[in-house]
């Protein structure tokens, strides 16, 4: 006895150190984990519960199958009921064909195989009780070609902790924050206008913060309207060609950046290019990036004296955004509020904007303008931001995508540092107006 009491003491203290171990290695490197040992035991669980998943879920379809069945035959003296197997046509549920689950950094995708009369949205009305009933985090559903999807599982919410910055890659590119598929996420000024939607503390400046850290080292002219009477871009003035604080301010930057879009297209003409990234990189104008504050108080009116300055501004904006991306003018756009009750302006230019973000907004009203006509999910979860995480937001790109992502922590000390450091790339305003003397 006393020699083998040591080894029924090893076996728990060897239990101790594994189990220990295993949360280690889960702790510090969970990628790791997953890919090693939690993903295989993930995908056996996940193919062997399918069919009650997909039951439960209401995504089975009754079929005809050949099947053996148990009928009663007789009931004997001693009462006990004899049986018999026969092998007929019987309506049975049939589940989705799903391949195998293949691993992602932040959990795992599968592709499904549509039934007779199912569609994508099929998938995403209950793509809540997916993630419940594999108890992940959120399950998200894509389709790529006909009659299949693809289901995006994340096991964990990757928009808690965003905290790496990594470089902007291209021109007009510029990397501001995590998507929550783990990619990262992208604003890309060659593509949309911009329209930011956020309330107070929800995480709108700090966004801007970055796009300015981010284009600060690009060769680009950024324009600021700031109308808090420059409270929010004056900080950042040595990185901004130029700088409006004031609504009559704003009317006569808008009226120069007309005058260039037109003067750049007038060289397009004559150099037969469709915009100006055709014509040859010694001749082609500097891109500005228009970065627009509290936009709805360029529609506000006190007064009726103030209509047409209004409307001035109003058609500018508008022309601005129908007409300036193919010149190298590019509109982002942000507000605390943003409603079709500014007037029919504000409606016109959203729907120029492909590119929308919204963060956690005060009313519902400034989530159905920025995301009401794109998918209604989108505009359930911008409305689901909780107040505490701020910098999350809801994006949706001109490809009709639409993601949870969040923006890295940008300080407007750090934001004013990359402006003081980067203020001699700053091109000359007055140097740039001249464009639009050249004859077309």
Known sequence: MPDILPELLALPAGLAVLAAGLWAWRHFHHTSFWYVLAY???????????????????????????????????????????????????????????????????GWRVTLRLLEGQIPADYSEVAERLAHSWGVHAVRVSSDKPGRIRLN??????????????????????????????????????????????????????????LLVGLAPQPVALVGFDLKGGVEFTPYAPRLSALATSRSECSDLLADLIGLMIGRMGRCRTAGARNI??????????????????????????????????????????????????????LFCSGQRISSELGPGVTALRAQCSGRICHRVNDPETATMTLGDLDPSALDSARAIPAEKPGVAIVANQDGQWYRARSFYISEKTAEQAAHTYAHLTPDWAAIRAEQKIPA
């Not at 082609?284 to 103030?306: G, N, Q, T, W």
Request: charged residues 20%.
């Open 153 to 210: 599982v994340t096991t964990h919410d990757p928009l808690i902790r965003v905290d790496h910055v990594p470089p902007s890659p291209d021109l007009l590119k510029v990397t501001v924050g995590r998507l929550e598929t783990g990619g990262a996420w992208l604003i890309d000024f060659t593509v949309p206008h911009w329209i930011n939607a956020g309330a107070t503390q929800s995480g709108k400046s700090n966004l801007a913060n970055a």
């Open 277 to 330: 990234w055709q014509l040859p990189a010694d001749e082609r104008p500097v891109p500005i990036v228009v970065l627009v504050d509290e936009l709805a108080e360029l529609y506000l009116m006190a007064d009726k004296s103030e209509k047409d300055e209004i409307a001035r501004i109003s058609t500018a904006l508008l022309r601005i955004a129908q007409l300036g991306r193919a010149f190298g003018i590019y």
């Open 40 to 106: 295989p035991f993930t995908a056996i669980q996940i193919r062997a519960s399918w069919r009650k998943v997909a039951l439960g879920c209401g995504l089975s379809k009754k079929r005809q199958r050949f099947w053996w069945t148990i009928t009663p035959a007789a009931i004997v003296s001693t009462g006990t009921v004899k049986v018999r197997r026969t092998f007929r046509r019987v309506a049975v549920d049939t589940k989705p064909w799903m391949w195998l689950p293949l691993p992602t950094r932040y």
